[in-house]
């Protein structure tokens, strides 16, 4: 049987320009400081530590709310286990 990783977390990334950024959310626990991953939705990101404005300003990836939402309601869970936290875990 396979299991889907239920802790994630959500990262202010920028797109390939450096110039907008969106938060998605990535499998795991917290940002480990990895250079790069691929988002929940799929898309792979180039990742660093955000700034306070990043979190701000960087909307929320549609996509990975949606695929979330979807994963917990079709495992019956009530409540995500982990969401992250809005510092991204240092």
Avoid: N
């Avoid at 994630?8 to 400081?33: I, N, Q």
């Avoid at 988002?39 to 949606?66: H, I, R, Y």
């Amino acid at each position: 049987m396979t299991t889907t990783e239920r802790q994630h977390y959500w990262l202010p990334v920028p797109d390939r320009t450096g110039f907008k950024w969106h938060r998605h959310a990535f499998r795991g626990k917290h940002w480990d400081g990895r250079p790069a991953d691929t988002s929940v939705c799929g898309l792979p990101c180039a990742m660093a530590k955000p700034s306070e404005l990043d979190w701000f300003q960087a909307p929320t990836c549609a996509d990975c709310t949606e695929l979330l939402i979807t994963e917990y309601s079709a495992t019956g869970s009530a409540e995500p286990s982990d969401t992250g936290s809005a510092e991204g875990e240092q």
